[in-house]
């Protein structure tokens, strides 16, 4: 009997270090642990982050996917319930043991809980919030540019300017002194740039809840210079002999992520459809 091709063929990674990643999930997907940033990866980025929400196939893809790997994980900026309240993560069928990091770690919400655990804030989170608007102000930097309340953190978006770029570059050094003052640092985003807490990235979340639960593989989905940590504790467990898969949400307004990563897929709508694929290639396994 001819043998007939694979109707969806999953795209082939262009590093052997990705290719060994995908081949080890596939291998033993009850050992992988599947990560993926929240915003520019399953939700479309969108000028008012307030209103973003999971992508439509996003969803469905992870619940199908979800029962067959040891672990899925939202690993983000973002306080982990509004994560699951903008993402629609709750009480789904098929996710009942997902997992969001969320403030970089900081924060842990469990699906089989319902519960978020997080510690107590940082003061400096607070002061810094209160001085922003007269900040922003006297630095001429106030038109074009919002503050985001992230909780755990505060956010300065540029994205609304007539120069987003520009007064994104005008804002980083002032913002990082401001920060230094209260004993936080600069993350730089997409058009944003948040101050919160030093002492925990991306990267410190995925490795410790990848040892946590044992994986012996790695999935991890990101968009943003954000991601840059959890790519380097990807490569950095590749390198103590655990595989994984860098996979980059394309997009044009950040490249460093594409140039690093194994797999680039066009955004959240590829990165929905790379999961439905997985799925449905460990379903006939």
């Given amino acids: 009997m001819a043998s007939h091709p694979d109707p969806s063929p999953l795209p082939s990674p262009v590093t052997t270090a990705g290719r060994d990643g995908l081949d080890a999930i596939l291998a033993r997907p009850h050992k992988a642990v599947l990560a993926f ?24 893809a992870l619940a199908a996917l979800a029962p067959k790997v040891a672990s899925v994980a939202v690993v983000t900026g973002r306080p982990a319930g509004v994560a699951v309240r903008y993402g629609g993560f709750a009480g789904v069928p098929g996710l009942d043991h997902l997992v969001v990091l ?18 107590a804030a940082h003061p400096g989170v607070a002061a810094a ?16 540019s919002w503050i985001e309340e992230k909780g755990r953190a505060v956010a300065v978006h540029t994205r609304r300017a007539q120069d987003p770029q520009a007064a994104f570059e ?26 919160r807490p030093p002492g925990m990235d991306k990267g410190v979340a ?8 044992g994986a012996e593989s790695v999935m991890y989905c990101g968009d943003d210079l954000g991601d840059l940590p959890a790519f380097a504790a990807v490569e950095k467990l590749r390198a103590e002999g655990l595989p994984g898969l860098l996979v ?36 006939a396994l």
């Fill in 170 to 195: 005008a804002l980083r050094e002032p913002l990082a002194l401001l920060a230094q003052r209260h004993g936080l640092i600069v993350e730089p985003g997409r058009m944003v740039l948040e101050l």
């Fill in 37 to 60: 940033d929240f915003d520019g990866t399953l939700a479309p980025i969108v000028p008012d982050p307030e209103q973003a929400r999971a992508h439509p196939d996003a969803v469905p």
């Fill in 102 to 119: 969320g403030h970089y770690g900081a924060e842990r919400w469990d699906a089989v809980t319902g519960t978020v655990r997080a510690p």
């Fill in 129 to 144: 919030r209160a001085e922003l608007p007269g900040f922003l102000d006297g630095i001429g930097a106030w038109q074009g």
């Fill in 248 to 283: 980059c949400s394309g997009s044009t307004e950040v490249t460093e992520l594409a140039d690093r990563a194994d797999l680039v897929v066009a955004g959240p709508e590829g990165v929905a459809t790379l999961l439905t694929t997985l799925a449905d290639r460990l379903a």
């Fill in 206 to 213: 995925l490795g410790e809840y990848v040892r946590d639960v």
